[in-house]
């Protein structure tokens, strides 16, 4: 069971605290979203706890079980969908999920097909619709081996049909992973228990 630690975390960028005095612990089966306005640090927020980015004060800290596991090491536990996460341009579908499949480890072989995909299997991901990358970003993300899920902005460029497969996904993952979910669109993180809000 792999526990993240919030104690009292503070971030600041160029003298301007982004948000102080945030603590939490995160649990699987306790799908948390954190909310705000643009700009109040949901993004940053999120990095902070996947140790991305250094907490300017306070601390950070994860545990499976009774195990401490290091800030370098968390990335091995995590998988990740924003905006800001770049998908490789210059491969094809095909080439992408093997290459996520060497880094990570995927628990499905039908990727392509659960995506809806399949036309696409040789096309290079630059000429893919931002809605496909999103898809693609989102299904390697639920289906990487790791026990922690963070998903920014998760139904950007989302059409009604593939906003239904993620909230379907969710329901599936909710009893397995830790997820974290920032955004402010209620209908991507309705199935969250916790909320919290930033100013
Ligand atoms: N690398 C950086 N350097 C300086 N300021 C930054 C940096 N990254 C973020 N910020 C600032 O931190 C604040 C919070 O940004 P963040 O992206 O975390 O907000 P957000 O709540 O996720 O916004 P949105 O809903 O628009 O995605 C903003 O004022 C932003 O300009």
Sequence with gaps: MLTIYAQNLGKKFNNEWIFRNFSFEFQANKPVAITGNNGSGKSTLLQVISGILPASEGKIFYKVNDKVITTENFYKYLAWASPYMELVEELTLTEMIQFHKKLKGLQTAHLVEILRL??????????????????????????????????????????????????????????????????????????????????
């Design 118 to 199: 399949e036309n696409a299997r040789h096309k290079y991901i630059k000429n893919f619709s931002s809605g496909m990358k999103q898809r693609l970003k989102l299904g390697l993300a639920f289906y990487s081996p790791v026990p922690v899920l963070l998903l920014d902005e998760p139904t950007t460029n989302l059409d009604q049909e593939n906003t239904l497969w993620y909230r379907s996904e969710m329901q599936r993952l909710l009893g397995e992973k830790l997820i974290i979910v920032a955004s402010n669109q209620p209908e991507e993180y309705e199935f969250c228990k916790v909320k919290i809000s930033l100013q």
